[in-house]
């Protein structure tokens, strides 16, 4: 099982950032795909999952609104896009497969 994600990225506030996940090693279809993130000096905080067989989708209440998650499955791709960032969005995004494998990770810096 690989999780593979997309590289760094900066953005100004009020931007929107968009990362990719691409799995390979397993059916896509058959286990959801987590999205969690690592802020500088703070914990892990899950922010929502799909379902990449029908793309339905659970969002933590703090990102309701301003996350989106979708997942390709012509490419066993998955994705975040998160807009309207802020500074406290500056953190290491990850992706999750059947809550054992991760992506490397994404860092994304939100800084004007």
Known sequence: VQLVQSGAELRNPGASVKV?????GYTFTSYYID???QAPGQGLEWMGRID???GHTKYAQKFQGRVTFTADTSTTTAYVELSSLKPEDTAVYYCNAM????????????SS
Not at 20 to 24: E, G, I, N
Not at 103 to 109: A, D, F, I, Y
């Open 99 to 110: 809550g054992a494998y991760w992506g490397q990770g994404t860092q994304v810096t939100v």
């Open 52 to 54: 990449p067989v029908d």
């Open 20 to 24: 990719s996940c691409k799995a390979s």
């Open 35 to 37: 999205w969690v993130r």
